[in-house]
Protein backbone atom coordinates (compact mmCIF):
# COMPACT_ATOMS: atom_id res chain seq x y z
CA UNK A 1 0.00 0.00 0.00
CA UNK A 2 1.65 3.27 -0.83
CA UNK A 3 2.01 5.45 1.95
CA UNK A 4 0.88 9.18 2.14
CA UNK A 5 2.53 11.76 4.05
CA UNK A 6 0.39 14.87 4.82
CA UNK A 7 2.34 18.38 4.81
CA UNK A 8 1.68 22.00 3.18
CA UNK A 9 4.34 21.69 0.69
CA UNK A 10 6.63 25.15 0.30
CA UNK A 11 7.48 26.29 -2.93
CA UNK A 12 11.07 25.61 -3.48
CA UNK A 13 10.13 22.21 -2.73
CA UNK A 14 7.55 21.68 -4.88
CA UNK A 15 9.58 23.50 -7.94
CA UNK A 16 12.04 20.11 -8.28
CA UNK A 17 8.59 17.91 -8.08
CA UNK A 18 7.40 17.60 -11.25
CA UNK A 19 7.62 19.58 -14.11
CA UNK A 20 3.92 19.50 -16.64
CA UNK A 21 4.45 19.55 -20.30
CA UNK A 22 2.46 18.88 -23.79
CA UNK A 23 3.67 19.30 -27.08
CA UNK A 24 1.57 21.10 -29.96
CA UNK A 25 0.80 19.06 -33.18
CA UNK A 26 -0.27 20.34 -36.02
CA UNK A 27 -3.46 20.13 -37.59
CA UNK A 28 -4.11 16.52 -39.59
CA UNK A 29 -5.53 16.55 -43.29
CA UNK A 30 -8.48 13.98 -44.86
CA UNK A 31 -8.50 13.64 -48.54
CA UNK A 32 -10.95 11.54 -50.36
CA UNK A 33 -10.83 8.86 -53.35
CA UNK A 34 -12.71 6.83 -54.98
CA UNK A 35 -10.32 3.99 -56.43
CA UNK A 36 -7.11 3.44 -54.35
CA UNK A 37 -6.30 2.80 -50.80
CA UNK A 38 -2.90 4.90 -49.42
CA UNK A 39 -1.42 4.79 -45.99
CA UNK A 40 1.04 7.48 -45.41
CA UNK A 41 4.50 5.79 -44.08
CA UNK A 42 6.37 8.00 -41.03
CA UNK A 43 9.78 8.72 -42.81
CA UNK A 44 10.86 7.84 -38.40
CA UNK A 45 9.25 4.65 -38.79
CA UNK A 46 11.67 1.81 -37.56
CA UNK A 47 11.85 -1.46 -39.50
CA UNK A 48 11.97 -3.66 -36.05
CA UNK A 49 9.47 -1.89 -34.36
CA UNK A 50 6.81 -3.04 -37.49
CA UNK A 51 8.53 -6.73 -37.04
CA UNK A 52 7.65 -6.52 -32.88
CA UNK A 53 4.48 -5.23 -33.46
CA UNK A 54 3.27 -7.69 -36.40
CA UNK A 55 4.58 -10.28 -33.88
CA UNK A 56 2.12 -9.24 -31.46
CA UNK A 57 -0.63 -8.72 -33.70
CA UNK A 58 -0.29 -12.37 -35.04
CA UNK A 59 0.16 -13.98 -31.87
CA UNK A 60 -2.79 -12.07 -30.61
CA UNK A 61 -1.14 -10.45 -27.63
CA UNK A 62 -1.78 -6.91 -29.66
CA UNK A 63 -5.73 -6.69 -28.71
CA UNK A 64 -5.63 -7.31 -24.78
CA UNK A 65 -5.74 -3.51 -24.60
CA UNK A 66 -7.01 -1.07 -26.33
CA UNK A 67 -4.34 1.60 -25.18
CA UNK A 68 -1.67 -1.03 -26.38
CA UNK A 69 -3.38 -1.51 -29.38
CA UNK A 70 -3.95 2.17 -30.09
CA UNK A 71 -0.17 2.77 -29.47
CA UNK A 72 1.21 0.08 -31.71
CA UNK A 73 -1.37 1.56 -34.53
CA UNK A 74 -0.32 5.05 -34.11
CA UNK A 75 3.19 3.66 -35.00
CA UNK A 76 2.91 1.11 -37.36
CA UNK A 77 1.63 1.84 -41.09
CA UNK A 78 1.40 -1.95 -41.93
CA UNK A 79 -0.88 -2.72 -38.76
CA UNK A 80 -2.75 0.67 -40.28
CA UNK A 81 -3.54 -1.31 -43.67
CA UNK A 82 -4.03 -3.87 -41.88
CA UNK A 83 -6.90 -2.86 -39.52
CA UNK A 84 -8.90 0.34 -41.04
CA UNK A 85 -11.83 -0.85 -42.49
CA UNK A 86 -11.93 0.21 -46.50
CA UNK A 87 -13.78 2.07 -47.65
CA UNK A 88 -14.12 4.02 -44.55
CA UNK A 89 -17.30 5.92 -43.35
CA UNK A 90 -16.70 9.50 -42.91
CA UNK A 91 -19.27 11.46 -41.73
CA UNK A 92 -18.59 15.26 -42.06
CA UNK A 93 -19.34 18.39 -39.97
CA UNK A 94 -22.85 18.97 -41.99
CA UNK A 95 -23.66 15.42 -41.17
CA UNK A 96 -23.51 14.10 -44.32
CA UNK A 97 -21.91 10.75 -45.07
CA UNK A 98 -19.38 8.90 -47.17
CA UNK A 99 -16.79 6.68 -48.11
CA UNK A 100 -13.60 7.09 -48.41
CA UNK A 101 -10.68 5.04 -49.48
CA UNK A 102 -7.52 6.89 -48.49
CA UNK A 103 -6.63 8.47 -45.51
CA UNK A 104 -3.42 10.39 -44.51
CA UNK A 105 -2.62 8.23 -41.12
CA UNK A 106 0.48 9.98 -40.45
CA UNK A 107 -1.33 13.95 -40.31
CA UNK A 108 -4.30 11.98 -38.78
CA UNK A 109 -2.78 10.12 -35.59
CA UNK A 110 0.09 13.16 -35.19
CA UNK A 111 -1.77 13.76 -32.35
CA UNK A 112 -0.81 10.37 -29.97
CA UNK A 113 2.34 10.13 -31.08
CA UNK A 114 3.99 12.60 -28.78
CA UNK A 115 5.15 12.22 -25.26
CA UNK A 116 1.31 11.54 -23.88
CA UNK A 117 -2.12 11.71 -24.45
CA UNK A 118 -5.15 13.04 -22.51
CA UNK A 119 -8.45 11.62 -21.46
CA UNK A 120 -11.43 13.29 -19.65
CA UNK A 121 -13.31 11.41 -16.85
CA UNK A 122 -16.99 12.18 -15.29
CA UNK A 123 -15.41 11.16 -11.87
CA UNK A 124 -12.81 9.62 -10.30
CA UNK A 125 -14.95 6.28 -10.38
CA UNK A 126 -14.72 6.05 -14.03
CA UNK A 127 -10.92 6.34 -14.00
CA UNK A 128 -10.61 3.57 -11.27
CA UNK A 129 -12.71 1.58 -13.34
CA UNK A 130 -10.71 1.90 -16.33
CA UNK A 131 -7.70 0.93 -14.61
CA UNK A 132 -9.61 -2.53 -14.10
CA UNK A 133 -8.92 -5.59 -16.59
CA UNK A 134 -12.67 -4.58 -18.21
CA UNK A 135 -12.72 -4.87 -22.10
CA UNK A 136 -15.14 -2.35 -23.78
CA UNK A 137 -15.83 -3.52 -27.99
CA UNK A 138 -16.01 -0.14 -28.68
CA UNK A 139 -13.35 2.72 -28.52
CA UNK A 140 -14.07 6.15 -29.87
CA UNK A 141 -10.68 8.54 -29.97
CA UNK A 142 -11.26 12.27 -30.22
CA UNK A 143 -8.74 15.26 -31.43
CA UNK A 144 -9.33 18.17 -29.57
CA UNK A 145 -8.14 21.41 -31.09
CA UNK A 146 -8.40 24.23 -28.73
CA UNK A 147 -7.34 26.94 -30.83
CA UNK A 148 -9.41 26.05 -34.04
CA UNK A 149 -12.22 24.54 -32.15
CA UNK A 150 -12.28 21.67 -34.33
CA UNK A 151 -13.05 18.39 -33.12
CA UNK A 152 -12.93 14.72 -35.04
CA UNK A 153 -13.66 11.19 -33.43
CA UNK A 154 -12.06 7.92 -34.54
CA UNK A 155 -14.49 4.75 -33.70
CA UNK A 156 -12.98 1.92 -33.33
CA UNK A 157 -14.69 -1.27 -32.68
CA UNK A 158 -13.81 -4.75 -30.98
CA UNK A 159 -14.51 -7.12 -34.54
CA UNK A 160 -13.79 -10.93 -34.39
CA UNK A 161 -11.09 -10.21 -31.73
CA UNK A 162 -9.81 -7.60 -33.84
CA UNK A 163 -9.57 -4.16 -32.66
CA UNK A 164 -10.41 -1.83 -36.07
CA UNK A 165 -10.87 1.56 -37.36
CA UNK A 166 -14.48 1.56 -38.66
CA UNK A 167 -15.67 5.21 -38.95
CA UNK A 168 -14.45 8.81 -38.93
CA UNK A 169 -16.87 12.17 -37.79
CA UNK A 170 -16.11 15.71 -37.34
CA UNK A 171 -18.38 17.32 -34.90
CA UNK A 172 -19.24 20.68 -34.41
CA UNK A 173 -17.64 22.30 -31.59
CA UNK A 174 -20.58 24.01 -29.93
CA UNK A 175 -22.21 20.60 -30.31
CA UNK A 176 -19.68 18.41 -28.27
CA UNK A 177 -21.36 17.16 -24.83
CA UNK A 178 -18.05 18.75 -22.99
CA UNK A 179 -18.33 21.75 -25.09
CA UNK A 180 -18.58 24.04 -22.13
CA UNK A 181 -15.59 22.40 -20.24
CA UNK A 182 -13.70 22.41 -23.86
CA UNK A 183 -14.34 26.20 -24.07
CA UNK A 184 -13.41 27.05 -20.16
CA UNK A 185 -9.97 24.97 -20.86
CA UNK A 186 -9.28 26.32 -23.89
CA UNK A 187 -8.16 29.85 -22.47
CA UNK A 188 -7.21 27.81 -18.74
CA UNK A 189 -4.74 26.09 -20.68
CA UNK A 190 -3.18 29.00 -22.53
CA UNK A 191 -4.34 32.16 -20.80
CA UNK A 192 -1.37 32.15 -17.70
CA UNK A 193 -3.45 35.12 -15.98
CA UNK A 194 -6.88 33.27 -16.20
CA UNK A 195 -5.33 30.01 -15.45
CA UNK A 196 -4.24 31.43 -12.02
CA UNK A 197 -7.52 33.46 -11.42
CA UNK A 198 -9.18 29.71 -12.02
CA UNK A 199 -7.04 28.13 -9.80
CA UNK A 200 -8.46 27.14 -6.27
CA UNK A 201 -6.88 28.65 -2.93
CA UNK A 202 -5.46 26.82 -1.78
CA UNK A 203 -5.21 23.91 -4.17
CA UNK A 204 -5.36 20.57 -2.93
CA UNK A 205 -2.04 18.27 -4.43
CA UNK A 206 -0.79 14.85 -3.98
CA UNK A 207 2.29 13.94 -5.19
CA UNK A 208 5.03 11.19 -5.72
CA UNK A 209 8.08 10.89 -2.87
CA UNK A 210 11.07 12.08 -4.76
CA UNK A 211 12.95 10.46 -1.69
CA UNK A 212 11.12 7.43 -1.16
CA UNK A 213 9.37 4.51 -3.00
CA UNK A 214 5.96 4.25 -2.93
CA UNK A 215 5.21 7.03 -0.77
CA UNK A 216 3.20 10.60 -1.81
CA UNK A 217 3.47 13.89 0.10
CA UNK A 218 -0.25 15.70 0.13
CA UNK A 219 -0.84 19.04 1.00
CA UNK A 220 -1.83 22.19 -0.70
CA UNK A 221 -0.44 25.24 -2.43
CA UNK A 222 -1.73 28.82 -2.76
CA UNK A 223 -2.51 30.03 -6.51
CA UNK A 224 0.37 31.92 -6.96
CA UNK A 225 2.75 28.70 -6.73
CA UNK A 226 1.20 26.85 -8.88
CA UNK A 227 2.79 28.59 -12.42
CA UNK A 228 6.54 27.94 -11.06
CA UNK A 229 4.37 24.33 -9.58
CA UNK A 230 3.19 23.57 -13.12
CA UNK A 231 3.23 26.10 -15.54
CA UNK A 232 2.44 24.18 -18.54
CA UNK A 233 -0.66 21.81 -18.80
CA UNK A 234 -1.92 19.92 -21.79
CA UNK A 235 -3.02 22.95 -24.77
CA UNK A 236 -3.45 23.56 -28.72
CA UNK A 237 -4.60 19.90 -29.91
CA UNK A 238 -5.09 17.38 -26.92
CA UNK A 239 -6.89 13.97 -27.17
CA UNK A 240 -9.94 12.42 -25.37
CA UNK A 241 -10.66 8.46 -25.35
CA UNK A 242 -14.29 7.51 -24.83
CA UNK A 243 -14.12 3.68 -23.51
CA UNK A 244 -17.67 1.90 -23.82
CA UNK A 245 -20.75 4.66 -23.23
CA UNK A 246 -18.66 7.13 -21.34
CA UNK A 247 -20.93 9.83 -19.38
CA UNK A 248 -19.94 13.13 -18.33
CA UNK A 249 -20.39 15.65 -15.23
CA UNK A 250 -21.55 18.86 -15.98
CA UNK A 251 -20.00 20.33 -12.74
CA UNK A 252 -17.38 18.35 -12.70
CA UNK A 253 -14.27 17.06 -15.01
CA UNK A 254 -10.83 15.02 -14.80
CA UNK A 255 -8.53 15.47 -16.94
CA UNK A 256 -5.82 12.48 -17.36
CA UNK A 257 -2.29 13.28 -19.01
CA UNK A 258 -0.34 10.06 -19.20
CA UNK A 259 2.63 9.20 -20.54
CA UNK A 260 3.04 7.00 -24.03
CA UNK A 261 5.69 4.63 -22.91
CA UNK A 262 6.54 5.69 -19.58
CA UNK A 263 3.61 4.82 -17.58
CA UNK A 264 3.30 8.11 -15.45
CA UNK A 265 0.39 9.71 -14.84
CA UNK A 266 -1.22 12.93 -14.04
CA UNK A 267 -4.68 14.00 -12.84
CA UNK A 268 -6.36 17.49 -12.89
CA UNK A 269 -9.71 17.66 -11.26
CA UNK A 270 -12.10 20.74 -12.01
CA UNK A 271 -15.29 21.69 -10.79
CA UNK A 272 -17.88 23.97 -11.89
CA UNK A 273 -19.58 26.14 -9.03
CA UNK A 274 -21.21 29.63 -9.29
CA UNK A 275 -20.90 29.38 -13.15
CA UNK A 276 -17.23 28.95 -12.96
CA UNK A 277 -14.80 26.22 -13.45
CA UNK A 278 -11.41 26.18 -11.37
CA UNK A 279 -9.04 23.36 -10.65
CA UNK A 280 -9.45 22.53 -7.34
CA UNK A 281 -6.57 19.28 -7.24
CA UNK A 282 -4.23 18.14 -8.80
CA UNK A 283 -2.29 14.56 -8.67
CA UNK A 284 0.75 12.46 -9.84
Not at 149 to 159: G, V
Amino acid sequence: MNRIVKVILPLFGVITLFSCSYGRNSESSMESDSTSVEISVDPDTLSDVDEEIEEADESDRLDTSFDDFLFAFTHSDRLQSKRIVWPLAYTDADGETKKISSLNCVSEFRFLKGDSYTVMYGDRKQVEMQKSDSQDSLVIVERIDLTEENLRSFEFKLLEGKWKLTSMRDIVFHESDIYDFLTFYARFSSDTLYQETHVEQPLKVMVLDPEEDDAYIEGTINAEQWRSFCPDVPQGIISNIRYGVQKYNSRQMILQKSGSSNGLQELFFFTKEDNEWHLVRYEN
